[in-house]
């Protein structure tokens, strides 16, 4: 899904852009990337554990991969000089994308089958 979408921008935006502002973009939705692969490496982890370690799991680990991404984030503005504005556009444009996705999935995966759902409508 990413390198599809990224593609996509690459096509439609990012050809034409300077290279930091491709930097950036790339930098943000890899970032993104690498936050969707943890939590669900966390759900995964703690996915048939007690309730206990299901919620410290994800809640614990919400709260420190929004801390890795905020110094993710300052070290690319700071130490990398990557432009604000498409950093952020591309961060946030991933991240919702793959939060929709990250959840659709908990989503299926959690709601138990409804037999005979529509069965003689």
């Given amino acids: 899904m990413a390198a599809v979408t990224?593609?996509?921008?690459?096509a439609l935006a990012l050809r034409r852009a300077d290279v930091p502002t491709r930097g950036a973009a790339a930098y943000g939705a890899a970032l993104a990337l690498?936050?969707?692969?943890?939590?669900h490496g966390?759900?995964?982890?703690?996915?048939?554990?007690?309730?206990?370690?299901?919620?410290?799991?994800?809640?614990?680990?919400?709260?420190?991969?929004?801390?890795?991404?905020?110094?993710?984030v300052v070290a690319g503005v700071l130490l990398l000089g990557l432009p604000k504005l498409p950093l952020a556009v591309s961060l946030?444009?991933?991240?919702?994308?793959?939060?929709?996705?990250?959840l659709s999935i908990l989503h299926?995966?959690?709601?138990?089958?409804?037999?005979?759902e529509g069965a003689g409508r």
């Fill in 92 to 102: 946030l444009s991933y991240f919702v994308l793959f939060l929709v996705l990250e």
């Fill in 6 to 10: 990224f593609g996509l921008a690459w």
């Fill in 42 to 72: 966390l759900v995964r982890w703690s996915w048939r554990r007690s309730t206990n370690a299901f919620l410290g799991a994800v809640l614990g680990g919400m709260v420190g991969r929004m801390g890795l991404m905020l110094a993710a």
């Fill in 108 to 116: 299926r995966r959690t709601t138990p089958a409804r037999l005979g």
């Fill in 34 to 39: 690498a936050n969707t692969l943890a939590a």
